[in-house]
């Protein structure tokens, strides 16, 4: 047994990557990637379910939005409970309602049934952002910590891009089985789809339940030091021993939800919360509805259902590869250039993109560039440094709360994006919408510069 005066902290920044700590990415980046997918499938789906259920234009908002909303209240609740029971027991509960809530959605029976588990999918993903976050933050070493924690959070283009794929085949196979028929792809093709998402849940959930370990920070906050040492072991490789000596109980306060408004952290708040709140009117409000903006900027000209559809999920899929390549782009760039550079030219790059867009007026080269240039930006950017700098700029007895407030914040500009946004097209049309998004990513780029610098942010 190693008896040792060095901090755990110090033994985990020295550490080389283990097999544990390579788990523990493997679970958060499972379920990050599964919102990934229920993110952007459910937009190639809403075509089928406004005909199988005959929903109105309030319906389609309410079935896109429901599970943003329960993103928002899960990340709010969930964040705190975190914080106060343990990592490792949330990641269960988390995975138990998102299995739950994604069968009922793969069962639902009418427009009403199905907002009820997509608000339940909400929840699961909303615990998803302070949950994953935080375990990989208190359980990698420092160096290595931004790539980590946005590798794992690349995974969500990875489920993006799985899910316009799958959409793809499944529309393929329905025009293959019954070509003189859109009637069977309209009843269950929805059904088929969300499906996959169920079936990657429950091989998300046999991993998890296989394998849960409570970060080694949680236990040393709460005093809790036989816990800690046994998860520090087991998360190191080695046998150590973690003491009142090596890590005093009070090298950190044991703060309350409220010091997130603080004076000495609501700079902090503000920060990873203000900008996240823009972007996620810009990422849902173009995410969710990318197949209707492309087959409205590029499609307009067919009449056949099936094939507008099939074209529109082609097109999907195509700019979603923009978005694992903007992960990379986070990999390579975060600790050469720092979170608040990246995240500035991230969402000037953004607005660019959105610009673009707004000046396409159908031509094909053009609304594809304007999503390269988006999606490239976004990821490379703000998508991944909001979400790393919500698990860096908190001690660890609120890290989860702050994360859940930062992610349930955005997710209030998420319902904006999904709710308000189509209601706005219809009423001043597609180009002046993409131009009012434009402008707030460079409000967010402002508001992020003038909030910088923060004394919490590591790595800066």
């Not at 995974?155 to 859109?182: K, N, R």
Request: glycine share 10%.
């Amino acid at each position: 047994m190693i008896i040792t005066t060095t901090s755990f902290g110090q033994q985990l920044d020295r550490a080389k990557i283990t097999r544990t700590m390579w788990l523990l990415w493997a679970l958060s980046a499972g379920l990050i990637a599964l919102d990934g997918f229920d993110f952007f499938i459910i937009g190639i789906a809403l075509s089928f379910l406004k005909r199988d259920f005959s929903l109105s234009s309030s319906e389609i908002a309410a079935v896109a939005v429901a599970a943003i909303v329960g993103s928002l209240v899960g990340s709010l609740t969930l964040g705190p409970i975190t914080d106060k029971i343990g990592r490792g027991i949330m990641l269960v509960v988390d995975i138990v309602i998102f299995i739950i809530a994604t069968a009922g959605t793969v069962l639902a029976w009418n427009a009403t049934s199905l907002i009820v588990f997509r608000f339940l999918v909400g929840i699961a993903i909303g615990a998803d952002y302070p949950i994953s976050v935080s375990y990989i933050t208190e359980n990698v070493p420092s160096r290595l910590r931004g790539r980590m924690v946005i590798g794992a959070f690349s995974f969500q283009a990875v489920g993006a891009l799985l899910g316009a794929v799958t959409g793809l085949i499944i529309i393929h196979l329905f025009q293959i089985i019954y070509p003189d028929s859109a009637q069977p792809a309209i009843s269950y093709a929805w059904r088929w789809m969300l499906g996959v998402g169920l079936v990657l849940a429950m091989a998300v959930g046999i991993l998890r339940f296989s394998f849960v370990l409570e970060s080694p920070s949680y236990y040393i906050v709460r005093g809790e030091y036989d816990q800690a040492s046994k998860a520090a072991s087991t998360l190191l490789g080695e046998s150590i021993t973690i003491t009142p000596e090596t890590d005093p109980p009070k090298t950190e306060p044991t703060l309350s939800y409220g010091a997130l408004f603080s004076p000495q952290y609501r700079r902090s708040t503000a920060l990873v919360s203000i900008p996240w709140f823009l972007q996620d009117i810009a990422t849902y409000g173009v995410g969710i509805f990318t197949p209707a903006i492309i087959s409205k900027l590029a499609f307009t000209g067919e009449n056949n259902f099936m094939v507008r559809t099939m074209a529109s999920a082609k097109g999907s899929a195509f700019v979603d590869l923009f978005l694992i390549l903007g992960f990379l782009g986070a990999l390579l760039l975060v600790e050469r250039l720092g979170r608040i550079k990246l995240q500035i030219i991230g969402f000037l790059g953004m607005a660019v993109g959105l610009l673009i867009l707004s000046g396409s007026q159908s031509n094909l080269l053009m609304v594809f560039i304007g999503f390269f240039v988006f999606n490239l930006m976004m990821n490379a950017g703000p998508n991944s440094t909001t979400f790393l700098l919500s698990g860096e700029v908190f001690p660890t007895s609120i890290r989860a709360s702050g994360a859940g407030f930062a992610a349930a914040f955005a997710k209030a500009g998420a319902v904006l994006g999904t709710f308000v946004l189509p209601i706005l097209q219809t009423s001043f049309g597609i180009y002046f919408l993409l131009l009012l998004l434009s402008s707030f990513c460079i409000l967010a780029a402002i508001i992020t510069y003038l909030l910088f610098p923060v004394e919490n942010i590591k790595n800066e």
